[in-house]
């Protein structure tokens, strides 16, 4: 449960996400800003929860196996990682429509990105038994995530943007071996399969 909370923590990715909430929000009166936070935080758990409690049936609906999903859920985490390492975080939704933010960007895919969702997936894919375990895991890394991005504007002033970027490449750089090692555990399942 506690690598599964820290890896449903990565794929959050709260500390990468500080500038980007705080470019969208930094317009808005810091009460405001926290209720439209809350909100989206509170979406975006719901999101999680769905696609933990009916993922199952939505592989089975799509014939998804279980080492194509694992497949996937690592090539996706590692364009995540990639892009945690490399890209400039504020230049990702620098586009966004004009008005209060509602469910797009920050909730989905901020907060409940692909990774985050694929990740969800994967899990009850596995283990579907322990489904007491993973939820308690997603809504413990959910309210970490949201802890600290309610507490962007300390974070911010305490790191600077040097010490945020430097952070979130390090996190990209523990996702990039969660991705890896997801990928490989997929091949080996479907090596497994193979008949003969």
Request: net charge positive; with cysteine; hydrophobic share 60%.
């Amino acid at each position: 449960m506690f690598s599964a909370t820290l890896l449903m923590f990565l794929v959050l990715d709260p500390v990468g996400n500080i500038p980007i909430f705080l470019s969208i929000l930094g317009s808005y009166e810091p009460k405001r800003a926290r209720r439209i936070l809350l909100r989206e935080l509170l979406i975006a758990l719901v999101v999680l929860c769905v696609f933990l409690a009916g993922g199952r049936y939505l592989l089975e609906a799509l014939h998804i196996s279980e080492p194509a999903l694992s497949i996937a859920g690592g090539i996706i985490l590692f364009l995540i990682a990639l892009k945690m390492i490399f890209a400039d975080v504020q230049e990702i939704f620098r586009h966004s429509p004009d008005g209060e933010p509602f469910v797009v960007p920050l909730a989905v895919p901020l907060i409940a990105g692909p990774s985050a969702m694929a990740t969800v997936l994967l899990l009850m894919a596995r283990e579907p038994d322990r489904w007491p375990e993973w939820l308690a895991a997603v809504l413990a890394a959910w309210f970490v995530s949201g802890v600290i991005l309610l507490s962007a504007n300390f974070f911010s002033r305490l790191l600077g943007r040097r010490g945020l970027t430097a952070l979130e490449r390090l996190m990209g750089m523990l996702l990039t071996t969660v991705a890896v090692q997801m990928f490989l555990q997929g091949i080996q399942q479907f090596w497994k399969q193979l008949p003969g």
